[in-house]
């Protein structure tokens, strides 16, 4: 028996927030040929799951070897396309002019860490090198946001301590390398929920104001580029 694609399966955690990049991405994402496409940092592959649900074939990558426990919970969802699986880093990926589509979901902070922001840049310019030309880098990052984020991150996310949170201005100068870049920003006080629901809670709050703040104070950026 089959399962249901859901939101939760795709975007794994904080999903209302995250669920905007989402949505975005399916206006974006109009083709009705069979694309070549790849998941970068994928984990549990809950974007290769979306774009294979599209029938697209998807190269889903991690820098360790995919599990069998992955494999084997793709296989629990019916899927047109194709999902293969090939482990490396970020900063050597092994294709040139390969991909129609790369996307990517809270990975790039996690590449640079430990402060080493030329790593993000140095993946950026080989995610662009790996598409087509013509191609699409659907992107969704965590922000630094506010002062408020980085104490309550650094005092009580535990893996948030060497993640490098990039500044919003940061990141448009890493993609100046494409040819066009949409980036769209959310998420205030979401970021300060200490499980899903009080996520989800705070999500709402935020989009009743707080997503109107300046880009620089939320803590989720999102968008896509064509190489």
Not at 41 to 48: C, E, F, P, T
Not at 150 to 156: A, G
Not at 187 to 208: M, P, Q, R
């Amino acid at each position: 028996m089959t399962k249901n694609l859901t939101e939760k399966d795709i975007l794994g955690w904080d999903v209302y927030n995250w669920s905007g990049a989402l949505k975005y991405w399916e206006t974006v994402l109009n083709s009705n040929k069979t694309l070549e496409c790849m998941e970068l940092g994928a984990n549990k592959g809950g974007l290769s799951l979306w774009l294979a649900s599209k029938g697209h074939n998807v190269l889903c990558n991690d820098i360790r070897p995919v599990s069998e426990e992955v494999i084997q919970y793709h296989k629990q969802f019916n899927y047109k396309g194709k999902i293969s699986y090939e482990s490396f880093d970020a900063v050597d990926i092994p294709y040139e002019n390969k991909m129609d589509i790369i996307i990517l979901k809270s990975v790039l902070g996690g590449v640079g860490r430990d402060g080493k922001s030329e790593r993000i840049e140095d993946a950026i310019h080989k995610i662009h090198k790996a598409l087509k030309p013509g191609g699409l880098f659907l992107f969704a990052e965590n922000l630094k946001a506010t002062k408020f984020h980085s104490f309550f991150r650094r005092n009580f996310v535990h893996w948030a301590k060497d993640w490098n949170y990039m500044k919003k201005t940061d990141f448009e100068k890493y993609m100046s390398v494409f040819s066009k870049t949409e980036i769209r920003t959310t998420g205030f006080l979401g970021a300060f929920g200490f499980n899903e629901g009080s996520k989800t809670f705070l999500g709402k709050v935020d989009s009743i104001g707080f997503n109107s703040l300046p880009g620089n104070m939320h803590y989720i950026i999102y968008g896509h580029a064509i190489k």
